[in-house]
């Protein structure tokens, strides 16, 4: 089992930057496929980005591609998200998630564990 901590949102301009973190306890770490989700108020928890048990393959939404980069290090159990370009849409709250198996990468039900959520919040 893994437990997750998320941290660095903030309010932010529009056209700004932002690093997540996301903090992992535990010592197997480097076993689990890491990703980033967000939720706006009134919409569904939806796919950001996602990294595999390497930090090798990357795999993000259509939306953030481009902007955001995710990385990782196995070494300090922290995944991060950078997020540039921000725009207001991007306003939500931000969740990482970790899971054992690597495959369907953009849905919420491969991810049995999940942080508490950060707020970004993007202003026009």
């Known amino acids: 089992q893994v437990q997750l901590v998320e941290s660095g949102g903030t309010l932010v301009q529009d056209g700004g930057s932002l690093r997540l973190s996301c903090v992992a306890s535990?010592?197997?770490?480097?076993?689990?496929?890491m990703g980033w989700f967000r939720q706006a108020p009134g919409k569904e928890r939806e796919f950001v980005a996602h990294i595999s048990r390497s930090g090798g393959s990357t795999y993000y939404a259509d939306s953030v591609k481009g902007r955001f980069t995710i990385s990782r290090d196995n070494a300090k159990n922290t995944v991060n998200l950078q997020m540039n370009s921000l725009k207001p849409e991007d306003t939500a709250v931000y969740y990482c998630?970790?899971?054992?198996?690597?495959?369907?990468?953009?849905?919420?039900?491969?991810?049995?564990?999940w942080g508490q959520g950060t707020q970004v919040t993007v202003s026009s």
């Open positions: 535990g010592r197997t770490f480097s076993t689990y496929h």
């Open positions: 998630a970790a899971s054992s198996f690597g495959s369907l990468p953009q849905r919420l039900a491969a991810y049995p564990y």
